[in-house]
């Protein structure tokens, strides 16, 4: 009986996580707007039925989508920051990743975009975003926090206002993204993320981490 019980419950969790992948790939190409309810289980394979066991409304899936995304990115900052410990690199790359998208994840800065869109039409979608913006916010102080113990970085601004500071420069990745813009970050942000958390990394190290983000093209490309 417990083994039974123990595979519906995997069951449900699978159903439900390929509910919100299929939700944030039909949010990102059709907007909240033109995406609904019929599209996303088309898209995920199953039945409404499905959908409505785990989810009330196309605008509950919609938040969803953004809260499962902001526990994944604090996972990974917390990951980053614990294993931080004499190699400040790892705490630069965590945040850098929570900070905005990768060259892998060309679909996230339009539904961001789509999330900021709609919260300003939308009192409730609005109540949502903030609750995610102020749970984000509070994962990088308690990020940024633990590597200052660790003695990985001495910020010479406050916590909170270094926290303000690269959510605000992470926002602009984003929006730069969501507009279909050149990103260019690669080349100075490590050395940015540096100066503002007071992480000190030599020149070398700088440059070999920027090789590392954008590897040199070989053969005849």
């Given at each position: 009986?417990?083994?039974?019980?123990?595979?519906?419950?995997?069951?449900r969790?699978?159903?439900?996580?390929?509910?919100?992948?299929?939700?944030?790939?039909?949010?990102?190409?059709?907007?909240?707007?033109?995406?609904t309810?019929?599209?996303?289980?088309?898209?995920a394979?199953?039945s409404?039925?499905?959908?409505?066991?785990?989810?009330?409304?196309?605008?509950?899936?919609?938040?969803?989508?953004?809260?499962?995304?902001a526990?994944?990115?604090?996972?990974?900052?917390?990951?980053?920051?614990?294993?931080?410990?004499?190699?400040p690199?790892?705490?630069?790359?965590?945040?850098?990743?929570?900070?905005?998208?990768?060259?892998?994840?060309?679909?996230?800065?339009?539904?961001l975009?789509?999330f900021?869109?709609h919260?300003?039409?939308?009192?409730?979608?609005?109540e949502?975003?903030?609750?995610?913006?102020?749970?984000?916010?509070?994962?990088?102080?308690?990020?940024?926090?633990?590597?200052?113990?660790?003695?990985?970085?001495?910020?010479?601004?406050?916590?909170?206002?270094?926290?303000?500071?690269?959510?605000?420069?992470?926002?602009?990745?984003?929006?730069?993204?969501?507009?279909?813009?050149?990103?260019?970050?690669?080349?100075?942000?490590?050395?940015?993320?540096?100066?503002?958390?007071?992480?000190?990394?030599?020149?070398?190290?700088?440059?070999?981490?920027?090789?590392?983000?954008?590897?040199?093209?070989t053969?005849?490309?």
């Amino acid at each position: 009986m417990g083994q039974s019980r123990s595979t519906q419950a995997a069951r449900r969790q699978a159903t439900r996580a390929r509910l919100l992948e299929a939700a944030f790939n039909v949010f990102a190409a059709q907007g909240y707007t033109g995406a609904t309810v019929d599209s996303i289980v088309q898209a995920a394979g199953y039945s409404k039925g499905a959908f409505y066991f785990h989810f009330s409304s196309k605008e509950e899936v919609f938040l969803e989508v953004l809260w499962s995304r902001a526990r994944a990115e604090e996972q990974s900052l917390r990951n980053a920051s614990q294993s931080a410990a004499g190699r400040p690199f790892e705490l630069l790359r965590g945040v850098a990743g929570f900070l905005g998208p990768g060259s892998d994840d060309a679909l996230w800065p339009a539904l961001l975009l789509e999330f900021w869109s709609h919260a300003a039409r939308n009192p409730r979608v609005r109540e949502g975003v903030a609750s995610v913006a102020k749970f984000r916010q509070e994962s990088l102080l308690t990020a940024l926090r633990a590597a200052a113990d660790a003695g990985v970085m001495r910020p010479t601004l406050p916590f909170e206002d270094c926290a303000d500071l690269l959510l605000t420069l992470g926002d602009g990745f984003i929006a730069r993204a969501g507009a279909g813009q050149e990103d260019a970050s690669a080349g100075y942000l490590p050395s940015l993320l540096a100066s503002v958390l007071g992480v000190h990394i030599g020149p070398r190290a700088v440059a070999k981490e920027r090789e590392s983000q954008n590897p040199k093209r070989t053969g005849t490309e």
